[in-house]
């Protein structure tokens, strides 16, 4: 009574280390009851409970048979400076901040700058900083100017006291930079509600193309995402272009990045000067300082990628093909497939869309130097087939292709192309090739001229390429043989996208070897497009295509109709047929076209009876 009068507002918060109970809500209540009960006794107006703007808030700690009963003085936590009422998806504690801010060694003397500042806390709290303003000032209330003994006087002077010390001239360029445009407004809001939008700039930028920073070297901090409370896709790939563009536009700079994620940390491919361990809640994270180095065309991560080279090499080839594609009516083709021996990479054009495939070698370059040796390569290759950037893929892969491409990891990026007549749906989220085998290009039309009234069987059917050439060739009927869902879903959509009947084009998800073995019905033209190896995934068999193949085309050739045709198509050149299958024709040359000749992907055989 001494402290709420009767009627008032309180609030209890417990924290309990005890034998007697754990419950923090149950100390909390009952700490409320007691105090209630007081005013009861008396006759006076009971206070009720208000946890968002309480007169009296209680702070009770219950420690083992100990009781500590508290008046809390500042209401609201101190760290809430009272300016930051939007914030962005993970808002950083204003005095984590300011303390980050104290470690960083920034003098309000230098340029300082957020490149991925968010709401917008490090700009503003070194504002309030460099102009020697007390955090307090912005807050509108604290709980003890409720208490009895308030002494508005006093106060007052404090604040007046607090005012004076303020600084206003002579501050330097404080910026952030934020690319979403709601943050960015929101952190815009949050700065004049600080005051400080006469020190404080924000723009709404993507850092990694953003050229407006200050001329003279400063101090930059920053709390990038680090795939904890703030989720980013490729955390890793992130973190290694955040190391480039500083080495590469800020030589001189000094910086320090919060991270509390180490496999973020090392693909920053930075060497820091020095660091902390802090706590941004729970999470523990490393305060990491660097000095950037002051001549960036000596980076050891600025490797030169041989690009003249390559594109004079690119050039000559794409100049000899394209004339052909034209006159041959193709839009899809192979441009460059290891022509340089020290440049292994495979470029595939589909239409105006390229795709840019490394085959995994051993070399000296670090990931991150690797990562800028192959942009320059695609830029390099952009650039002479004028196409832009944005429509270029760039994929990794361990082999050359071994039977078709691997499922597809994502539904999103497709691209309708036309060959021969024929329409195919084309997926660049696909782990490997966009789902259409250039090198069968040939085969597709073979096929298609077989296949007149005829039933045609595709094992390994992949994305249903084959059974549409059949089907575009007036089949009688298709058969489409994968143990792949999303393979046979992409087939049934290239049918439909050329107005194939689903009645007379069939769909069958089944390991290949255990169809043929259980498969009664017979077909006029097979198709049999294997990989080099697989396992199946309800009995765990490995298949080996150089071992098995044996197995497989005899099982195939017992479902040949009299008169029959049989593809036996080999996604390696180095594949070598089993010698006692004299009955082979082997139609390489036939089935390789003009833009694979250079560098021969595959073998092909015909089998009739």
Avoid at 527 to 543: M, W
């Amino acid at each position: 009574s001494q402290w709420l009068k009767p009627g008032g507002t309180l609030a209890v918060n417990a924290t309990v280390h005890s034998s007697f109970t754990t419950h923090t809500l149950f100390v909390a209540q009952l700490t409320k009851d007691a105090i209630v009960d007081q005013f009861r006794a008396s006759g006076a107006e009971r206070p009720s409970v208000d946890l968002k703007a309480p007169q009296l808030p209680i702070s009770i700690t219950l420690f083992k048979n100990h009781v500590q009963v508290c008046l809390d003085s500042s209401g609201e936590s101190l760290h809430r400076r009272g300016y930051r009422l939007e914030t962005g998806d993970a808002p950083l504690n204003e005095t984590l901040a300011s303390g980050i801010l104290a470690l960083s060694g920034w003098d309000p003397s230098q340029p300082f700058l957020d490149p991925l500042c968010g709401s917008g806390t490090f700009p503003i709290e070194a504002a309030l900083r460099a102009t020697c303003t007390a955090p307090g000032l912005i807050r509108k209330k604290f709980a003890f100017q409720n208490w009895p003994d308030y002494d508005r006087e006093l106060y007052q002077t404090i604040v007046e006291d607090a005012k004076s010390r303020v600084v206003s001239e002579g501050i330097v360029p404080i910026q952030g930079v934020e690319m979403d445009p709601e943050v960015a407004a929101a952190a815009l809001e949050n700065v004049k509600r600080a005051g400080m939008e006469r020190f404080v700039q924000i723009e709404r930028a993507d850092f990694f193309s953003w050229s407006g920073t200050s001329k003279t070297p400063g101090v930059m901090v920053l709390n990038p995402p680090y795939d904890e409370r703030l989720k980013v896709e490729h955390v890793g790939e992130f973190w290694e272009r955040l190391g480039l563009r500083l080495k590469q536009n800020y030589a001189g700079w000094k910086a320090s990045i919060l991270c509390g994620n180490p496999v973020a940390g090392k693909a920053l491919g930075l060497r820091p000067t020095n660091e902390h361990t802090l706590f941004n809640g729970s999470i523990e994270c490393r305060l990491f300082h660097f000095e950037l180095e002051s001549s960036p065309a000596t980076e050891s991560s600025v490797v030169e990628a041989p690009t003249e080279v390559f594109a004079n090499r690119l050039r000559k080839t794409a100049k000899h093909l394209s004339k052909w594609a034209k006159r041959e009516g193709i839009e899809c083709w192979r441009v460059y497939d290891r022509d340089i021996p020290e440049l292994p990479y495979v470029l595939d054009l589909y239409q105006d869309r390229l795709f840019f495939s490394e085959i995994q070698r051993n070399h000296d370059r670090s990931p991150l130097e690797h990562k800028e040796y192959l942009r320059q390569l695609v830029l390099a290759a952009c650039d002479v087939l004028k196409i832009s950037a944005e429509r270029a893929t760039l994929k990794t892969r361990k082999a050359p292709k071994t039977g078709g491409p691997s499922e597809a990891s994502a539904p999103g990026d497709w691209l309708e192309v036309t060959e021969n007549g024929s329409r195919f749906l084309l997926n660049f989220n696909a782990k490997s090739d966009p789902g259409l085998a250039l090198d069968q290009r040939a085969l597709r039309a073979a096929i298609r001229k077989d296949s007149q009234g005829k039933h045609f069987l595709s094992l390994y059917s992949s994305t249903g390429t084959l059974a549409v050439a059949a089907a575009q060739g007036s089949a009688a009927s298709t058969t489409s043989v994968d143990s792949s869902g999303t393979f046979l879903e992409w087939t049934r959509k290239n049918l439909e996208l050329n107005g194939q009947s689903h009645k007379t084009n069939a769909l069958v998800r089944a390991d290949v070897l255990g169809f043929l073995a259980n498969d009664t019905k017979t077909y006029d033209v097979i198709v049999l497009d294997p990989p080099a190896r697989s396992i199946n995934r309800a009995t765990l068999d490995e298949f080996d295509l150089q071992k098995d193949h044996l197995l497989l085309l005899t099982s195939a050739l017992e479902r040949l109709n009299a008169n029959g045709k049989l593809y036996f198509f080999v996604g390696s050149h180095h594949f070598e047929l089993d010698r006692s299958l004299v009955q082979a024709q082997e139609i390489t040359r036939k089935t390789t076209p003009l833009d694979f000749e250079r560098r021969p992907t595959h073998r092909c055989w015909l089998f009739t009876t």
